[in-house]
């Protein structure tokens, strides 16, 4: 007779997930092969997910469906590939961690997580980390930038303190993605507010100022209080998929407020004559680096559809 439960995943390595279910998580395998609609996912089930299970005959734990999921983050699996990778699901909001030095986060990266969150409907700041190891001028630059199109950008040290309180009232009773790429201090930050968690963290490779990978798998933490933060493998690129060319700029809030004024309705902002939003950047009102990022992205979805 098979036991019947339900439960929230709280890792997936592909082979086995965890379950959290009434307190105790459980190991669980996938029963058969589990498909999303409308979905093409390298990992049909992500950290976040709310699962049913059953208990087979044998005291296996079987994964045999997914309930729908609220929002997601997502990104293309791999170069050329037509394929997505789902980080998490079921969040309540996003903290993007950047560091504008050792090692440096690219704009282009920024912007890329920015337009998935925008577009999968996932609220999302920003926590500009290390910070007494950046250049003022760095921080107050990029702070212009994102804070004007309405991003909170929270700057954070462990070292200091500054800022880690903030990200401990954020974290509190939520479901919290904390993304970024490797070596920007997640680990480190998260280590810091629930010490109790002992989540790996790792050092900077010297040779070449790029963080080593510390966490291997997705991992959600239940937070003392309420709330859970779930840890990401440091990302190396964020390939969007599924965001048509002609809605790709709806994703980007100070282009949403200016493109009313275009020419033309359907302006790509590239090359029409009386485009708002390419008057806007000559003009310094929109930050030439998030509109290099937006040609960026175009010019990359071209090369996926051939």
Not at 117 to 129: F, G, R
Not at 250 to 273: L, Q
Request: charged fraction near 30%; hydrophobic fraction near 35%; aromatic fraction near 8%.
């Amino acid at each position: 007779m098979e036991r019947v439960f339900s439960g929230v995943v709280t890792q997936a390595t592909g082979s086995w997930y965890e379950v959290l279910s009434e307190g105790e998580t459980l190991r669980c395998r996938i029963r058969g092969r589990l498909r999303l609609k409308g979905v093409r996912s390298t990992n049909p089930v992500v950290v976040g997910d709310e699962v049913e299970c059953v208990e087979d005959e044998h005291g296996d734990h079987l994964i045999t469906g997914i309930r729908p999921r609220r929002n997601y983050v997502i990104r293309r699996a791999s170069n050329l590939s037509k394929e997505s990778h789902i980080i998490a699901a079921n969040v309540d909001q996003a903290l993007l961690m950047v560091t504008l030095r050792q090692p440096e986060t690219a704009w282009e990266f920024v912007d890329r997580f920015l337009v998935t969150c925008e577009a999968y409907k996932v609220p999302v700041k920003i926590i500009l980390s290390k910070l007494d190891l950046q250049q003022a001028e760095e921080v107050e630059a990029f702070r212009e930038v994102y804070e004007k199109i309405g991003y909170e950008v929270i700057g954070v040290s462990v070292t200091t303190g500054e800022g880690v309180e903030r990200v401990r009232e954020l974290l509190s009773g939520r479901t919290t993605l904390l993304s970024g790429n490797s070596g920007v201090g997640k680990s480190t930050l998260v280590g810091e507010i629930f010490p109790s968690l002992e989540i790996r963290t790792g050092e900077i490779s010297e040779s070449f100022h790029k963080g080593k990978h510390t966490t291997t798998f997705s991992t959600m933490y239940p937070l003392e209080g309420g709330g859970a933060v779930i840890d990401t493998p440091g990302i190396k690129g964020f390939g969007l998929i599924d965001i048509d060319d002609a809605e790709l700029w709806h994703y980007f809030p100070e282009m949403m407020e200016t493109a009313c004024d275009c020419r033309f309705y359907n302006c790509t902002h590239t090359h029409e004559p009386g485009c708002a939003v390419v008057e806007a950047v000559k003009n310094g009102e929109i930050a030439y680096e998030r509109y290099e990022s937006y040609l960026k992205i175009l010019d990359e979805d071209d090369k996926y559809r051939k």
